[in-house]
């Protein structure tokens, strides 16, 4: 599939069906995500791949507050791929933090996951980037060692495009409204 389509594409899904996926293109998405850039090639991030139902199930119980929709994502979603990142490398050098932004392991892990996402649907398959959940009952569950933080979770699994039923693409700001020329608010986009 094209780059560019998919990336205009790929929207978040939160309905799975049970088909499971197949291991060579769970291995092909890590592969892709193994290609993302990082900090000084820093390499920060950990690949937590999930199939047993316990865990999800467990994850889905304990690491939500309220209404999150993803809740039943986690459960329904025949895999889940958790990203886990060291901290203390990524925007260091020799020790010591080298930008006002401090540990870059964030960025890091959101670019691996953007991999992740976007490989998912080249496959045809669905994927939610999920951020808002108990990082540390995530941690214990996922036994993530020190020196390490969870960062991102998405289900990843094969959805319903039947009309009605698969999710619309969300509408995005015109570029005229987001990007400038040369300094923030000068317009770059003329209509």
Not at 82 to 92: E, H, M, P, T, W
Not at 108 to 122: P, S, Y
Request: net charge neutral; glycine share 8%; charged share 25%.
């Amino acid at each position: 599939m094209d780059l560019l389509k998919v990336i205009h594409e790929r929207r978040s899904i939160r309905k799975y069906r049970k088909d499971p996926v197949p291991e060579e293109i769970i291995i092909e998405i890590l592969e892709a995500a193994r290609r993302s850039p990082s900090w000084a090639n820093t390499q920060v991030w950990r690949f937590i791949v999930v199939k047993d139902q316990a865990i999800k199930e467990r994850l889905a119980s304990e690491i939500f507050s309220g209404g999150n929709p993803a809740r039943q994502a986690i459960i329904d979603a025949p895999v889940l791929i958790c990203i886990a990142a060291q901290r203390g490398l990524s925007g260091f050098y020799k020790g010591q933090v080298t930008t006002d932004k401090g540990d870059w392991f964030m960025f890091d892990a959101g670019i691996a996951m953007e991999h992740i996402v976007l490989a998912a649907w080249n496959f045809g398959l669905g994927t939610v980037h999920v951020g808002l959940f108990d990082a540390k009952k995530t941690e214990e569950t996922l036994k993530i060692p020190e020196g390490f933080s969870i960062t991102a979770i998405t289900p990843l699994g094969y959805f319903d495009e039947t009309p009605g039923e698969a999710p619309r693409l969300t509408p995005r700001k015109p570029l005229k409204e987001i990007a400038y020329l040369n300094t923030f608010g000068t317009e770059y986009i003329k209509e």
